[in-house]
């Protein structure tokens, strides 16, 4: 994984304390002497439809918007480029997968078995010296014996014939990268606009009238326009301020990084020169 796709999953993580958020990962699966290895080169944050404390689910229709993405950048870049992951967050627990992510990843293995999880815990603190502590882990799904595969068709899960699935540790490498490749720039600005979106969404749905109403209580939208006013000022000042920060702190880096480069470029047209008239 490249270190600016890190920073926008990690910058998404780190969105919300409360609920957990999701993403999928693009990228493509390398067949290398060593194995298979998964090269996550871009990430594609999605809006979530309910917001909810300890589970994040990912729609057919997202999937397949992710994967339309992948092919506009495969054509774009000229390489191969597909969904290969998922990641979500943890907030305030820890970073071993649940059995029900667990199951999930299985159930992603059974489409592409190359498939991987990331999770991102944090808003935890460490034992030591109570300083903020973010941890990523890698997993992937696997059967505990041969027995096997079946589907429970109450809660639509792969499974072995006696149930058993664990988790398996995936080496996970973040490599750093000189510049912000297109796909992850385009995220990190539209990351605000999907906080905002789901904000906006649970501002409308809060107005909604009870049944026998017509509209909402005055004292029911007074409080919902101050949760809202509430959610927007967070987002300014956790979000967007620090986002707009790192971009320019970035912006500030590449012309730097560009005067070096045309400095270097006249020392060596300077040194041609010399070359050729002596």
């Not at 973010?134 to 109450?154: C, G, H, N, P, Y």
């Amino acid at each position: 994984m490249s270190n600016d796709v890190y920073l926008v999953c990690i910058t998404h993580a780190l969105s919300t304390e409360k609920e957990e958020i999701m993403g999928l990962l693009l990228g493509d699966i390398e067949e290398t002497f060593a194995g298979r290895k998964a090269v996550i080169t871009g990430v594609n944050v999605l809006t979530r439809s309910d917001k909810r404390k300890d589970r994040v689910e990912i729609s057919p229709e997202q999937l397949a918007a992710a994967s339309h993405e992948a092919e506009k950048i495969s054509e774009q870049l000229g390489r191969r480029t597909r969904v290969i992951g998922w990641y979500h967050s943890h907030p305030h627990i820890t970073v071993l997968p649940s059995h029900v992510d667990i199951q999930t990843q299985a159930l992603y293995q059974m489409l592409d078995s190359g498939f991987v999880g990331l999770i991102f815990s944090c808003f935890n603190k460490d034992p030591q010296n109570t300083s903020g502590r973010i941890q990523v882990t890698a997993f992937q799904s696997e059967r505990k014996s041969s027995s096997s595969m079946v589907i429970d068709l109450d809660r639509d899960m792969p499974m072995n014939a006696d149930g058993a699935l664990e988790r398996v540790e995936i080496p996970l490498t973040i490599l750093p990268a000189q510049v912000i490749g297109p796909n992850t720039l385009e995220k990190i600005a539209k990351l605000q606009t999907i906080l905002l979106d789901e904000e906006k969404t649970a501002y409308i749905a809060s107005l909604q009238p009870l049944p026998g109403q017509s509209q909402p209580h005055p004292l029911v939208r007074l409080h919902s326009n101050s949760v809202y006013q509430k959610a927007l000022c967070r987002l300014l000042e956790l979000e967007a301020l620090p986002a707009l920060s790192q971009l320019q702190q970035r912006q500030r880096q590449n012309i730097e990084r560009i005067q070096l480069l045309l400095e270097e470029k006249r020392q060596a047209e300077s040194n041609r020169t010399k070359k050729a008239k002596n």
